[in-house]
């Protein structure tokens, strides 16, 4: 009897160590990338979520690239925010680091790419804001140095 004990403590053990280091079922609170109902979701958070809600949603839509397209007009709605945010809850950045919510949707509009560049002029020609000009300035600028545009047909 003693010697089945420390077989069994020690499978005990070793399951112990597999469930704590997640090789079991993993819960997953983001949608899939790419996936429609994530991004709707997400378009949905730009429009009535906290500032700091609304940067993480820039930051995830920015990553899903031209996929997030339904999202131009939600993320250029917010160019002119100047909320700072705190990057460090949902990417890597520096601690320092303070951007604010606009500069993070301009940073996400970067990332979508061509699709966005005529939103982006219509920011720039029409919005009183001096900030979400800025943004929409760097924006276009980011995508033309990228080379996302492609060529002119």
Not at 38 to 66: D, P
């Amino acid at each position: 009897m003693r010697k089945t004990t420390p077989g069994i403590a020690a499978l005990a053990i070793i399951a112990g160590i597999f469930l704590l280091c997640g090789f079991g079922a993993r819960r997953t609170d983001s949608p899939r990338a790419g996936s429609l109902t994530g991004i709707s979701h997400y378009v949905a958070v730009l429009k009535s979520g906290s500032a700091q809600q609304k940067a993480e949603a820039a930051y995830w839509l920015g990553r899903q690239r031209a996929s997030a397209v339904e999202a131009i007009t939600s993320l250029a709605a917010v160019l002119g925010d100047t909320t700072q945010i705190d990057p460090t809850q949902y990417r890597l950045a520096a601690r320092d680091e303070k951007p604010r919510l606009g500069e993070e949707a301009a940073v996400a509009l970067a990332q979508i790419g061509r699709p966005a560049i005529d939103p982006l002029i219509r920011v720039l020609k029409t919005s009183p804001s001096a900030e979400a000009r800025k943004n929409a300035a760097w924006a276009l600028g980011a995508i033309h140095d990228t080379g996302s545009t492609g060529s002119a047909a």
